[in-house]
């Protein structure tokens, strides 16, 4: 939405008003910087074969909401590189990954103008048994 403002100066009592010519009109556009609310229901599961795990979560029903990014980091408390940046589908396999080595995933939402929600959350899946517990 784009509104409209035209400026008038006004000078003097209610019985002896001054009012000077109208400035020229201008129109704002308010910039949208308010983030989708990040995915929930987030799970990570073994894939079965040693070397993948598949991730789950809800998408939000922001109207604005574009996508789902995933990042992936062997260091907790590291956001990681981007392994996902456009994903829809509620679900996605990570492939390729060494067992026995620590894996932490960041998923976070974004909207059609380009923001994104909070980057806080991470989530361990490593080659150990029962790895899948949030991490803080």
Known sequence: DTYYYIVRAVLG????EQESENQDQVSITPKDTTPPPAPTD???ENSGDGASVVIAWKNPPADDFAA????R???I???GKVI??????EKFKDTGLVPGVDYYYTLTTHDKKGNESSTKLAFPATGRENPFVAAE
Request: hydrophobic share 35%.
């Open 42 to 44: 987030i799970k990570i």
């Open 73 to 75: 980091s062997e260091e």
């Open 84 to 89: 996902e940046s456009s994903n829809v589908e």
């Open 68 to 71: 789902v990014k995933i990042y």
């Open 77 to 79: 408390g590291v956001l």
């Open 13 to 16: 009592a209610k019985t002896d």
